[in-house]
């Protein structure tokens, strides 16, 4: 089971996940997200894990994706928090920060 409560103030939209994110649940979240990602297109979307028990692998693939397209992943616990931290290390492996020198 999945509880998903979508919480808005002035400044941010927080996606609180509850439960096991597998199987159907993860379509559940992924079609709450895209409701959301319009009112939050400025990187102020936040998608809270604190109390997610299990993520299968298209529950990691959504949340690479949310990450990819700016939503701020929070964590609390070992299991949750090795796994944003993989999906932060995993996409910037993928997308390296270019530097920009001086050409002066």
Not at 21 to 43: F, N
Not at 44 to 73: C, H, P
Request: aromatic share 4%.
């Amino acid at each position: 089971m999945l509880r998903i409560t979508i919480e808005k103030d002035s400044r941010t939209t927080t996606l609180r996940v509850e439960g096991r994110l597998m199987g159907a649940w993860v379509g559940e979240l992924g079609r709450a997200w895209r409701a959301v990602v319009p009112e939050q297109s400025d990187g102020r979307l936040i998608v809270d894990l604190t109390d997610v028990t299990f993520v299968g692998e298209e529950g990691k693939k959504l949340l690479e994706t949310m990450y990819a397209e700016g939503a701020k992943l929070k964590a609390s616990g070992c299991v949750t928090r090795k796994l944003v931290e993989e999906i932060g290390l995993s996409f910037n492996r993928r997308h390296p920060k270019q530097v920009v020198t001086n050409p002066q």
